[in-house]
């Protein structure tokens, strides 16, 4: 079992700018696929994005490339969500997500990932 602890929500205004930390406790990230996923209230979690630890290779929802960066650092065991140009519809809870490698599931997918971060809120107004 791996614990998620999350950081870096809160309350921003619209064109600004958030960047999320997720690190793990008890094991690294080593050999894991990361993921990115938000919920807005009465809504399905949805994909954000995603990195795999082994190859670095990401992956991105259409609404938020050139808007969102993922990436990682080894050293810190930590993955990050940078969040530029933030707008209203950007709202949601924000998750940290991870699945063992070698990954064979849908990475868009919430239910192939089988260790989960608390959730941190990310506000943005008007």
């Known amino acids: 079992q791996v614990q998620l602890v999350e950081s870096g929500g809160g309350l921003v205004q619209a064109g600004g700018s958030l960047r999320l930390s997720c690190t793990a406790s008890?094991?690294?990230?080593?050999?894991?696929?990361m993921g990115w996923f938000r919920q807005a209230p009465g809504k399905e979690r949805e994909f954000v994005a995603a990195?795999?630890?082994?190859?670095?290779?990401?992956y991105y929802t259409d609404s938020v490339k050139g808007q969102f960066t993922i990436s990682r650092d080894n050293a810190k065991n930590s993955v990050y969500l940078q969040m530029n140009s933030l707008k209203p519809e950007d709202t949601a809870v924000y998750y940290c997500?991870?699945?063992?490698?070698?990954?064979?599931?849908?990475?868009?997918?919430?239910?192939?990932?089988?260790?989960w971060g608390q959730g941190t809120q990310v506000t943005v107004s008007s």
């Open positions: 997500a991870a699945d063992p490698l070698p990954f064979y599931g849908d990475y868009t997918r919430a239910l192939d990932y089988h260790y």
């Open positions: 008890g094991r690294t990230f080593s050999r894991y696929f």
């Open positions: 990195v795999s630890w082994a190859t670095g290779n990401t």
